[in-house]
């Protein structure tokens, strides 16, 4: 197997095809899918998806396998995907777990064709309906469960079940207690079912066709950033100069302190990441925000007019208030 981008420049790795790298399931990734095949087991369930690393995190239609994206397959490309992207999905063994959870539901559906069940769209829907390019989710509903960030059930019907299918799956989980009153607690109660009257039955799809796997892909490293950092590029509407003015001064008592935009290009990372948590947006988008509040810092000639401590707390706060307000508008995109 080739490693020897393992020591070239970033310049020069960006260059490199991603069937170049080479790569596959490595030691940390290979006790994860184990793990899952432990929780599958642990739940009755004869079925096992495949996996292969690809592009991204997804379950081919028809398929019942999962796709790992290539990054995590070595510390060098975490580090690279951190760097273009502001994170690493799936880095963590507590979200790629979750991820794997959900991308299981998708598998198993496609497995078992339980989507074709007249129950599965009584209470899920059509799964044959076109997905939207992003959606519109309404935090305050009970009619879905809660597990990937951005109130990801909402998005299509196969999100819902997946969704489902994984707060079912985590050992552990109260899911009758967490989820009594709620409509979605019949949705839990039906994959329970389902899922005892399937346990030991052979798949019905058989396949174990890997989609797009990564010694396919052709494009390069820099191809690929391109590509998904337009995914998640945003517009953001220009109406926050009001909420910089309250938390930055350029009066001239305060021409020593540090300029606003310095101060926010310093905690850009955190905040990022912070936001995106809270609102369910992905970190690059909120990193649009980001630099369009440090541009218009310098156009108003901004600095620090309370501590730094107080001045990241109040920005944190207006950065997750238009990052929420903007998500609900209809922005949050399919990427899982």
Not at 122 to 147: A, T
Request: contains cysteine; glycine residues 4%; aromatic residues 12%.
């Amino acid at each position: 197997m080739n490693r020897r981008w393992q020591r070239y420049t970033e310049r020069n790795l960006l260059k490199l095809r991603l069937s170049d790298l080479a790569l596959d399931l490595n030691a940390v990734l290979r006790k994860r899918v184990a793990k899952l095949n432990e929780e599958l087991a642990a739940k009755g369930l004869r079925f096992r998806p495949h996996y292969w690393l690809g592009e991204e995190w997804f379950t081919p239609d028809g398929v019942p396998g999962i796709a790992i994206p290539f990054y995590l397959a070595h510390p060098r490309l975490i580090k690279l995907e951190r760097k273009f992207m502001l994170e690493a999905e799936g880095a963590s063994e507590f979200e790629c777990m979750r991820i794997l959870r959900h991308e299981a539901g998708h598998a198993i559906d496609n497995a078992y064709r339980l989507h074709r069940r007249k129950r599965w769209r009584e209470l899920f829907g059509p799964s044959s309906i076109r997905y939207p390019d992003s959606y519109k989710p309404r935090p305050n509903s009970r009619k879905f469960v809660l597990h990937l960030n951005g109130w990801y059930a909402q998005a299509h019907p196969a999100e819902d079940f997946a969704e489902t299918f994984a707060v079912w799956l985590t050992p552990g989980y109260p899911w009758r207690k967490r989820y009594a009153g709620w409509p979605a607690l019949e949705k839990l109660e039906y994959v329970d079912e389902l899922m005892q009257e399937i346990g030991s039955q052979p798949m019905i799809i058989k396949t174990r066709r890997k989609v797009e796997p990564l010694r396919e892909i052709k494009m390069t490293l820099v191809e690929h950033y391109r590509k998904k950092r337009t995914l998640y590029a945003v517009d953001w509407p220009g109406y926050y100069d009001r909420d910089l003015r309250r938390v930055f001064s350029n009066e001239p008592r305060y021409k020593s302190r540090m300029s606003a935009a310095a101060f926010l290009r310093s905690h850009r990372i955190e905040l990022c990441e912070k936001v995106a948590h809270a609102s369910g947006m992905h970190p690059y988008a909120i990193n649009f925000l980001v630099r369009n509040m440090v541009e218009r810092s310098k156009a108003m000639k901004l600095r620090l007019c309370d501590t730094p401590t107080t001045t990241r707390e109040t920005v944190m706060l207006i950065l997750t208030v238009h990052a929420v307000h903007f998500a609900h508008s209809g922005y949050l995109p399919i990427a899982v």
